[in-house]
T-cell receptor, first 113, second 110 residues
Framework: ETGVTQTPRHLVMGMTNKKSLKCEQH?????MYWYKQSAKKPLELMFV???????ENNSVPSRFSPECPNSSHLFLHLHTLQPEDSALYLC????????????FGQGTRLTVV | AQSVTQPDIHITVSEGASLELRCNYS??????LFWYVQSPGQGLQLLLK??????LVQGIKGFEAEFKRSQSSFNLRKPSVHWSDAAEYFC????????FGAGTRLTVKP
């Protein structure tokens, strides 16, 4: 148990659906992250939030929309996804700023059909 | 641009044998270095980290890693591997954000 909880653990959605992934941390961290992990590819950083402000968006398609209502919660809203978006989506948190280790949730396994 | 390279995609060792997983980084300044482990279907767990000071760092589960500036390397080692160590291992470099290597999958033979 890392203190970072992601729900749901598994999600199957059609290409026309809208769904959301949720991440919650109880570590008092100020930074939260979304990563995408696809088979045979390096872990890809998608979004970074520091003190609820988005500080990085690594050229992620607009069909992925993050939301950070407070420093404990992070959402990833999904709509009109493609089959190639199927992956493990990992949330992480850290103390914030630079140079601190990230604590990861267990991930949401997303399948787009 | 900063990058992390893990040259070995898959390594198989016998239980009880020693292990070394390689990691090379490319960065202009001394980076902050991490090793994470991921069991199937799970998130990533931090094994150890290097920020500064002693270049040999100890981590959890009997792992250690050595930072070698001259070789731009941060290799992970364990003297005696256990079957439960079978997992995917990721090296990461942190500065403004964290960049991960592609990972090395470790298989442990009985």
């Amino acid at each position: 148990e890392t203190g970072v909880t992601q729900t749901p653990r598994h999600l199957v959605m059609g290409m026309t659906n809208k769904k959301s992934l949720k991440c919650e941390q109880h570590l008092g961290h100020n930074a939260m992250y979304w990563y995408k992990q696809s088979a045979k590819k390096p872990l890809e950083l998608m979004f970074v939030y520091n003190f609820k402000e988005q500080t990085e968006n690594n050229s992620v398609p607009s069909r992925f929309s993050p939301e950070c209502p407070n420093s404990s919660h992070l959402f990833l809203h999904l709509h009109t996804l493609q089959p190639e978006d199927s992956a493990l989506y990992l949330c992480a948190s850290s103390q914030g700023g630079t140079n601190t280790e990230a604590f990861f949730g267990q991930g949401t396994r997303l399948t787009v059909v | 641009a900063q990058s992390v390279t893990q040259p070995d995609i898959h390594i198989t060792v016998s239980e009880g044998a020693s292990l070394e997983l390689r990691c090379n980084y490319s960065y202009g300044a001394t980076p902050y270095l991490f090793w994470y482990v991921q069991s199937p279907g799970q998130g990533l767990q931090l094994l150890l980290k290097y920020f500064s000071g002693d270049t040999l760092v100890q981590g959890i589960k009997g792992f250690e890693a050595e930072f070698k500036r001259s070789q731009s390397s941060f290799n992970l080692r364990k003297p005696s591997v256990h079957w439960s160590d079978a997992a995917e291992y990721f090296c990461a470099v942190g500065y403004n954000d964290m960049r991960f290597g592609a990972g090395t999958r470790l298989t442990v033979k009985p």
